[in-house]
């Protein structure tokens, strides 16, 4: 099997929806812990399981434990590479768009920008679409095929330029490149 289908599909002989589930239970748990900081109140403890029960029975009888939700197919490899460099640009854009309205004169370019994706699969394309939304003064108005519609307060980059890094990260992290 191919390093893009274990990124766009989930790997033969294991029930995806067991794995997701899974995989959703322990982002929970680790949640939990981290922001309650409680590791050694057997009580909140075990009201920590059982939110963390209630919350995974109530995910799945909605019917929302699946890839989209849960990409265990990526691995831990979009915390440790993706999101540092996605945050730093996250800084960067909010920096770059206080300084537009904070400055006397707004100096908008307002426009409208279609860059093509290069990713492999829908997953990749969605993660390209919502990093550029999450990047202050940027949105993605449209996804369609492996074109994506962008909204931007000051575009005044060209397509490659728009998705140039971005678009090149979330291969590698596919690993459709």
Known sequence: MDNVSTFCTSPHGSDPLVRYAFWLTVALIATWLV??????NPFLL????????VSLYVSLRMKIVDEEGAPAQLGIRP???????LAKEIVESNLAVAKIILSRKMKLKRNMITIRSHQKCELGRVILANSITLTPGTVSVQMEGEKI???GLNLEETEEDMSGEMDE?????????
């Open 35 to 40: 922001w309650s900081g409680h590791f050694d």
């Open 149 to 151: 519609l962008i909204h």
């Open 79 to 85: 915390f440790v590479f993706y999101a540092p460099w």
């Open 169 to 177: 990260r979330i291969c590698r992290l596919e690993k459709s490149k």
């Open 46 to 53: 075990g009201l920590g399981a059982l939110s963390v029960l």
